[in-house]
């Protein structure tokens, strides 16, 4: 490590130095900062592992990062729901053309059912009108 009388005459050759020696001993140990994962204490000393800029530039980064997972999963899940949508659409346009075709047909069974029965009843009053008849034959060939 540079002492701070050699920091300072890198930093400003043949001009007189900027900072004092503390500070920019100072700013010297702030380069040398453990990893974030070395410290596992609590949120007050995470504060003196990174600079506040550094910090600030780490959140800012991560929310962006964050923020683009979030879109690509709205992204991702508003595709998912157009896809059942359309499905369902397609879907739904079938059930009615098959709902259209069995009312049809139950219509059409339903004028058959009348027409059968208006013929049956009208079998059922040639029958009686037959035995009728067939009784008064019988009737008239007894009495004679």
Known sequence: ?????????LEHPGHGPGLTANEIQEL??????????QNSGS???NQAVYPTDERKRKRKES????????RWRRKKHLEGLTQ???RLKIENRELQKRLGSIINQSHALWRENDHL????????ARLSGLRHLL???NSMQQAQ
């Open 84 to 86: 059942q949508l359309n």
């Open 1 to 9: 490590m540079l002492s701070a009388r050699e920091a300072i005459q």
């Open 117 to 124: 029965m208006s013929e049956s009843t009208a079998l059922m």
């Open 135 to 137: 009784v008064a034959m």
């Open 28 to 37: 010297l140990s702030l380069l040398h900062y453990p990893s974030p994962c």
């Open 43 to 45: 949120r007050g000393s």
């Open 63 to 70: 929310n962006r990062e964050s923020a683009r997972r979030s």
